[in-house]
């Protein structure tokens, strides 16, 4: 898991983007969208009627309801809130307790229980090795290893790794594809999310099947109602924030007519060969969003669609050395690592943006980068004096 200072660096990263932009004033904080739909009221085919509410309130009504009309909706909700559960025959009679990665905060509520995490993926393999600090048992049980799997993991004496689940009993006990059962206390899903748009209708025109979000254009703009609404932040298995920042950009750029989007059928023939590669691929469409291996493609044509240059060479070659790092050093890889030669390059880069005083810039990118560095050096409470002391300038 991310160090809890780590997790202050990006949010003192983002208030400082924040505050340097004047966001803060055009966000209205404390609102739920609660309803997008076509604006019938002639005020032509791309407005939107967007309905909000104010949260918190202890009955909510719907005459407190707030509508207004928009020429273009961007929908950046978010898609780590809807968990995704595995089926399991037979839970409905299983005794024990089911959780959600969504749910996790710390291992301590673990001590001496014996615990099925399902998954494979960054949570799972991060809450496996945090609550193996405490539990009695760790089953990990992953759908994608080969039937028969049941090991041991290195490093450890209560963890496992299994196949999938293949059924849950009414005395407690479940039961794996490789033929092993242990009784549980709890099976936790880090199953990932599922993509939720509850304020859209048909009218919207995207349709949501094995959470893939379809059909948009470049995963962003649904093809018959273009570029009127948006989506930003779909893709998976990517450096979320440039990437994102992209899209906005390339949002904002065709919205304001610098950019011009191709015609629809050029959009839709896009569309299908992102289909066509998952079936090449032998993916399930659930993988429609994920851009493991292309996602730097994706990033420079937004970029070349901004008139930017492409993304950093640096920045490309970090996520390759982390990556490799992860799996020489998975206990202490956040902690540990070689490639500081790329975050020096990442320093000079910066010094383009802050070419007066590197040392005394406000939080950026490059202080959570310094302040990593800093961690690394064991001089971590100078970085955070210095993040602290620019918050409340
Ligand atoms: C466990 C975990 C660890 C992660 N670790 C990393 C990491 O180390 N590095 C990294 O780069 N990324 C990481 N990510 C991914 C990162 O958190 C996301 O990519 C990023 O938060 C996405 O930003 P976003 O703005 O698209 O969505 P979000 O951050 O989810 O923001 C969506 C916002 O929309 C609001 N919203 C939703 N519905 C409505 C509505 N109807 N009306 C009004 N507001 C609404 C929500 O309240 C929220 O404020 C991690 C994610 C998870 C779950």
């Not at 005394?360 to 993040?387: C, F, P």
Request: with cysteine.
């Amino acid at each position: 898991m991310p160090s809890p200072q780590l997790r202050l660096a990006v949010l003192r990263y983002l208030e400082a983007f924040a505050r340097r932009f004047n966001l803060y004033e055009l966000v209205r904080f404390e609102t739920e969208v609660v309803r997008v739909r076509r604006d019938g009221g002639g005020g032509g085919g791309g407005r939107w009627a967007v309905t909000s509410r104010k949260i918190g309130e202890k009955e909510k009504r719907d005459y407190d309801d707030e509508e207004e009309v928009y020429d273009a909706v961007v929908v950046c909700n978010g898609h780590y809130s809807e968990p995704r559960v595995a089926c399991i025959p037979g839970v409905e009679a299983w005794p024990g307790k089911q959780m959600h990665s969504h749910n996790y905060r710390v291992p301590e509520p673990f001590h001496d229980q014996v615990v099925i995490i399902i998954g494979a993926s960054a949570s799972a393999v991060d809450i496996s090795r945090d609550i193996a600090s405490v539990a009695k048992e760790v089953h990990v049980a992953d759908r994608s290893a080969p039937a028969c799997t049941f090991k041991r993991q290195p490093g450890y004496d209560n963890m496992w790794l299994h196949s999938m689940i293949d059924r849950a009993q009414e005395d407690g006990s479940v039961v794996f594809q490789d033929g092993s059962s242990t009784k549980a206390d709890i099976i936790m899903h880090c199953t990932g999310y599922l993509y939720d748009f509850p304020f859209l209708g048909e009218d919207s025109t995207i349709t949501i099947d094995d959470n893939c979000v379809d059909p948009l254009y470049k995963h962003v703009f649904p093809l018959e109602v273009a570029p009127h609404l948006s989506f930003i932040g779909l893709p998976w298995k990517v450096i979320p924030f440039p990437l994102f920042e992209l899209q906005s950009k390339w949002v904002a750029r065709v919205l304001s007519g610098r950019v011009k989007l191709p015609s629809r059928d050029e959009m839709m023939e896009d569309a299908k060969a992102v289909y066509s590669k998952l079936e090449a691929c032998g993916w399930p469409k659930r993988y429609a969003h994920n851009f493991s291996g292309y996602q730097f493609e994706y990033d420079d044509w937004l970029a070349e669609q901004c008139g930017h240059p492409p993304i950093e060479q640096w920045r490309k070659m970090m996520y390759a050395a982390n990556k490799e790092n992860k799996a020489a050093r998975p206990e202490s890889y956040r902690d540990e690592w070689d490639d500081d030669h790329l975050v020096a390059e990442a320093k000079e880069d910066f010094k383009k943006y802050f070419p007066h005083d590197c040392n005394a810039v406000n939080i950026t990118e490059k202080t959570i980068i310094l302040y990593i560095q800093n961690l690394k050096s064991g001089t971590g409470t100078d970085a955070r004096q210095q993040l602290f002391a620019t918050k409340q300038d």
